[in-house]
């Protein structure tokens, strides 16, 4: 089985949303099938229907996020050594070639990454073009609109 790899963070939201999910929105639903079962006939009973599909819908968001769980690597960044190279969770500042203009990456599992907050994911192209790498390289990346070209100017394993 492939495990996917995930941050501390990344884990324990996931954790949030199961533990949410099961004490308070699964209790809400049953409520309100049973409330809607109240209103007699169940044919054409719309309240009935909607609650059987939320129902539907929190049950599998459950079944997939207890699934990510069982199969996540959990990697603590900060527990490891740095050694200046750009690895999975690393915190990456670059430097943008064309632009002079900085950015700061961190990279993330396919769960966790939001570019508005500057998470990629590791299977991003900019990602891929960075793992390995150390403090002070050259980077290429290459994006829909061309090649990008970056320096890493900084690696931090927050």
Do not use: W
């Not at 049973?34 to 539907?56: I, M, P, S, T, V």
């Not at 959990?74 to 750009?86: A, C, E, R, S, W």
């Not at 670059?94 to 570019?115: A, H, Q």
């Not at 299977?123 to 890493?152: C, F, W």
Request: hydrophobic share 35%; glycine share 6%.
């Amino acid at each position: 089985m492939n495990q996917t790899p995930m941050t501390i963070r990344g884990a324990q939201k996931l954790r949030e949303e199961l533990d949410y999910l099961k004490s308070v929105r699964r209790p809400e639903i049953i409520e309100a099938i049973a409330d809607a079962r109240e209103h007699g006939d169940l044919k054409e009973n719309a309240e009935y229907h909607a609650a059987r599909e939320q129902q539907g819908f929190c049950e599998g968001r459950i079944q997939e996020i207890e699934a990510k769980l069982s199969n996540a690597q959990i990697i603590d960044i900060t527990k490891l050594v740095n050694n200046g190279k750009v690895i999975f969770g690393a915190t990456v500042t670059l430097l943008k070639s064309d632009d002079e203009k900085e950015i700061t990456y961190r990279i993330v599992g396919d769960d966790e990454s939001n570019i508005k907050a500057n998470l990629i994911s590791v299977n991003s192209p900019i990602a891929r073009a960075l793992i390995g790498k150390e403090e002070e390289d050259e980077v290429v990346v290459k994006t829909p609109g061309g090649d990008v070209d970056y320096e890493i100017i900084k690696v931090e394993y927050l």
